[in-house]
Structure formats: structure tokens, C-alpha cells
């Protein structure tokens, strides 16, 4: 038996958390190395440095699932890649820009999607297992409307930026000169709570359901 980073005993259910823990920090390390723009690096992997401790601080108290514990990597990953590059310049979105004729480059908006997807089942799971609330319609509308406050909050974090750090700030803000922005990236973010319920509610009851954390 190993200890972890917080001095608890590490066990076998541990292990999903730990592997993906190993792969986000080589991701990590990877995107700081060379960042195309340092203040930008910190401001979006910001949400990564913070979360993974905290998982592992509070894993003996809850434990999350295997589905959770993965897609919490996913959105680090799709996070320190943006935070690299820079949203606005991530390499392979350049090329569907330039291949589909598209007027900017599109990473942003998948990461407004995931900023959606993710925290939806990331909620779902503090709710059913904290709360007297069960699968159906009030649970689906709590999470739609919790993960528009959060990306709402998000927008205003980039408006707070902007307003201390000035041009600075231009990179992490990616509005790439559209006026509509701030409000397509709510509304993705939105769409992708709606999708992750109806796509993962099945699977993440099953998962709850027998424990699998």
C-alpha cells in the first residue's frame, strides 16, 4: 500500500484517479513547457492545478466514479492544450479553419462545450449522492441552469481579466473579433449539460448505483 500526495493511504480504488492523475501531469508538464504565451498558460490551466488536488484531498470522502474521474481528464487535457497554444492558435483547428473555409479557428468552442458536458455529470454526481434529489426532470433543469452559472461566472472571470491585465489579457479572452461571442460560448456550454444527460445519465446511474468509484 502507497501513501498519497496528501499523506492517506492509497489503495486499489484509488487507481483510476492515479492513472489519470499521471497522464494530466505529463500533459501538463508538456503544455507549460514552451507556451506560446506564459500570463495566458496560467490563466487557463489555472482550473487543472486546482481541481486534481482537490480530488485527491477529498478522495476518502468522495470517492468519484470511474466515468467522472475520466472525463475530469478529458477536460484537462482539452485545457493545458488550449492553454499551450492559446486557444485561438491550437494547430489542427487552424486547419479545419483553413481546409472548411471557416472565419476563425473553432477550439474554443469545443472547449465551451466540454466547459458543459463535463461539470454536467461533475454536478450530477454532488447531487445525487449529497442530496434527496433522484433522476427526472427537476434534476436534469438544476444541472442545465448550474452549468450556465458557472459558465456565466466564467465570462465574467474573462471580463475581470481584461479589465486588470488590458491587452495582456487578449489570448485568454479569444474572442477572436466576434461581438457574439461571451453569449455562443454560454450557449455551448448549455447544449453540452443538455447532451451529457441524455447521453451519460444511463451509464452514470449505473455506475452509482453499484459503487463503481
Known amino acids: ?33 514552451d507556451a506560446r504565451d506564459p500570463l495566458t498558460w496560467w ?49 489542427l483547428f487552424d486547419w479545419v479553419r483553413d481546409a472548411f473555409g471557416f472565419d476563425r479557428n473553432h477550439y474554443d468552442r469545443v ?19 449529497t442530496s434527496p434529489l433522484r433522476p427526472g426532470r427537476w434534476l436534469f433543469a438544476i444541472i442545465l441552469f448550474s452549468v450556465l452559472g458557472v459558465s456565466a461566472t466564467y465570462e465574467l472571470i474573462e471580463w ?5 491585465v488590458g491587452q495582456g489579457a487578449d489570448a485568454f479572452l479569444g474572442t477572436q473579433g466576434d461581438p457574439w461571442d461571451t453569449q455562443t460560448d454560454m450557449a455551448l456550454a448549455g447544449l453540452g449539460a443538455i447532451l451529457a444527460q441524455i447521453s451519460l445519465g444511463r451509464v452514470h446511474d449505473r455506475q452509482l448505483k453499484r459503487g463503481e468509484l
Do not use: K, N
Open 43 to 91: 490563466m487557463e490551466a489555472a482550473p487543472v492545478l486546482l481541481v486534481y488536488p482537490l480530488l485527491w484531498a477529498v478522495r476518502m470522502r468522495f470517492r468519484t466514479t470511474g466515468l467522472l474521474t475520466l472525463l475530469i481528464a478529458v477536460h484537462a487535457v482539452i485545457l493545458l492544450v488550449g492553454a499551450h497554444y492559446t486557444y485561438a492558435e491550437v494547430p
Open 1 to 33: 500500500m502507497t501513501t498519497g500526495t496528501d499523506g492517506t493511504a492509497m489503495t486499489g480504488a484509488d487507481r483510476p484517479l492515479a492513472l489519470t492523475s499521471l497522464l494530466v501531469a505529463i500533459v501538463c508538464l508538456w503544455s507549460y513547457l
Open 111 to 129: 472547449g465551451h462545450l466540454a466547459q458543459g458536458f463535463i461539470p454536467a455529470i461533475a454536478i450530477r454526481e454532488l447531487l445525487l449522492r
Open 160 to 164: 475581470l481579466a481584461a479589465v486588470l
